[in-house]
């Protein structure tokens, strides 16, 4: 596929606005009320082996709002072959409800056939790139369509790695012509856990890429911090939204909650809280972003999936 | 601070850069592996080789969050598709048969609707009293479950015809077809039984050993579970193999010295389309 083309395609992608997840616990909901909601973000696994509610329900609510497929099973990153059974149902999911774009993440799976339902970090080095880049080309040719990749949360980095992820990031666009997906809440997590300024992170990427966000609730466990998803998002998170809203002049936004999950109004009302901080903030009230935050020691667990396991009516 | 600290200039090349390929066997080894100390080796890589410490951990603390969300993560999805066997075993036995699962057989699908598909099966091959003459009876029904709660989860998704009409009670016999998600089942134990009353909080007992049949229909993307006797099991079965009603009712009536043509058939009719067993041919 022409790079220049993706590139194009990416940056004519329309912001559809301010976007929720779309979780089972909503469906009667969404269905009886029709709520304003600009958008609503579907977890591709979800549905695209669903014969049953899920999918029918996918078919009404695709057709009353827009709808992007987010995927967490592509394995962009693995050394695995790409799994084209996978590729040929997320494929098929996309031409029955037409996504205005489809997304995954900047990690690993598993590898030897397996696979651990986590997010991987990948080591960021010329090997893993030139490997992953042409993944993303391979992915993106059979889809026919320019992909968007998302920054992971992390919670380790690997002694080999030799590319800052702002870097990779935008090396990934710059090879492929896929598309961003930036997660606020995953900078400001992973740059905890690994001593880097969130800030500088978000400078550096390449922000006509970027044509969504995420923000979510995480996890301050005192000496690291895990993206939990089961909570309202924190101030520190608010303003890095600011400062990414302001240099991509407005993106797509999602308000991310998979565990705990609120009542429908709750969880959309967290979401337009969106709206205050999108105009400019100062420099000197963006920087200084660790605040205190309560410390929940204990277990969390990053990446929560239980939400991905369909939730039966009797 | 605008970079990562030690990745770029800190590496030292004391060992052997690993592969990309052999870097994902490592940690994929580092987090499926029981028992790792911060010594433990892959491929001749400790994780102090492999993983950066940061200012506030150590490398192995960092490795650690991906340990114990990995098994975290998979044991609440197994308690999710296995929930009336997890209230059955209660929670530390469910919990020790899950880890030893997830340990035995890790998933090796995208999705996670897969990930208790050996679940029954890895419980028949570990019951507590293999090997042993005198057998328990116990886990002959924790197995029954764990494989009537693994169905019952696909059948709530499997792929079917929406565009079917309900029959009601003016649908002729000749009509009545039945509804295509519908399963029978044969249990040693009341397992349905067990189920609903679980599902509906009434904390029930483990139970003694008694043959049962029950039916799961899926109506309006909802599921219905039912229980059936032996004599409905039967005729509904014969419908499923393509039987015409008219033959069903013959080969049960015999079967079970029944008067298939008088009140029977019509309370069993009444019973079926108000269940959703029937949709209109």
């Known amino acids: 596929m022409d790079i220049a083309a993706n590139i194009n395609s990416i940056r004519q992608l329309r912001n559809p606005g301010l976007g929720l997840g779309l979780r089972s616990k909503h469906f009667n909901h969404i269905l009886e009320q029709r709520p304003a909601v600009d958008w609503f973000e579907v977890i591709s696994e979800n549905f695209m082996d669903s014969g049953g509610r899920p999918r029918h329900v996918l078919r009404q609510i695709a057709e009353h ?246 939730s039966m009516e009797l | 601070m605008n970079g990562y600290t030690g990745l770029i200039d800190d590496y030292t090349m004391e060992k052997e850069a690993l592969s990309y390929t052999d870097l994902q066997q490592w940690m994929q080894g580092m987090i499926l592996r029981q028992g790792v100390e911060p010594g433990s080796k892959i491929a001749g890589h400790t994780i102090m080789d492999v993983v950066n410490a940061s200012g506030r951990l150590s490398a192995m603390r960092h490795l650690d969050i991906y340990r114990g969300s990995y098994i975290a993560r998979l044991r609440e999805c197994m308690r999710n598709q296995f929930h009336t066997l997890a209230h059955a075993l209660e929670a530390p036995l469910f919990e020790a048969f899950a880890d030893d699962y997830l340990a035995t057989y890790p998933s090796q699908s995208y999705t996670l609707n897969n990930l208790g598909e050996r679940f029954p099966a890895f419980l028949e091959e570990t019951r507590p009293d293999a090997g042993l003459a005198l057998k328990e009876t116990w886990p002959d029904f924790m197995i029954e479950l764990a494989k009537f709660e693994y169905a019952i989860s696909m059948i709530f998704d499997e792929a079917a015809d929406g565009d079917t009409i309900m029959a009601d009670e003016a649908t002729p016999d000749e009509q009545l077809k039945l509804a295509p998600v519908l399963h029978l089942f044969h249990h040693s134990y009341p397992v349905c039984k067990y189920y609903l009353d679980h599902a509906q909080k009434k904390e029930p007992e483990l139970p003694f050993p008694e043959e049962s049949h029950c039916a799961v229909v899926r109506q309006h993307y909802k599921l219905g579970l039912f229980v059936v006797n032996r004599a409905q099991y039967h005729f509904l079965g014969l419908l499923q193999s393509r039987s015409s009603l008219a033959a069903a009712m013959e080969s049960t009536g015999a079967q079970f010295q029944i008067n298939m043509a008088g009140t029977i058939w019509e309370e069993w009719r009444k019973h079926f389309i108000g269940s959703g067993f029937f949709v209109r041919g």
């Open chain 1, 65 to 310: 709002y827009p709808v992007v497929m987010h995927g967490v099973s592509l394995s962009i990153g693995s050394t695995d072959p790409l799994n084209k059974g996978y590729l040929k149902k997320l494929k098929a999911l996309a031409a029955e409800v037409q996504p205005l774009w489809v997304s995954d993440h900047l990690c690993w799976t598993g590898v030897n056939g397996l696979n651990t339902h986590d997010l991987l970090p990948v080591v960021l080095n010329e090997e893993s790139l030139q490997h992953i880049c042409a993944r993303i080309n391979e992915a993106q040719d059979y889809m026919e369509r320019p992909m968007v990749f998302e920054n992971p949360s992390t919670y380790l980095t690997f002694k080999q790695s030799t590319i800052a992820e702002w870097d990779f990031l935008r090396y990934m666009t710059e090879e492929t012509g896929c598309g961003l997906l930036l997660d606020v809440n995953n900078v400001y997590v992973s740059s905890f856990n690994n001593d880097f300024d969130p800030v500088h992170y978000i400078q550096q990427l390449p922000h006509q890429q970027v044509v969504q966000m995420h923000i979510a609730g995480h996890q301050h466990c005192g000496d690291y911090i895990i993206d939990t998803h089961d909570r309202k998002v924190v101030q520190d998170v608010w303003k890095l939204f600011n400062l990414a809203w302001q240099l991509t002049g407005g993106v797509a936004t999602l308000l991310e909650w998979d565990n705990h999950i609120p009542e429908f109004d709750d969880y959309h009302a967290e979401l337009l809280k969106a709206r205050q901080y999108m105009d400019a903030l100062a420099m000197d009230q963006l920087t200084g972003t660790e605040t205190k935050q309560p410390y929940e020691p204990g277990i969390a667990v990053s990446n929560p999936v239980d939400f991905l396991v369909h």
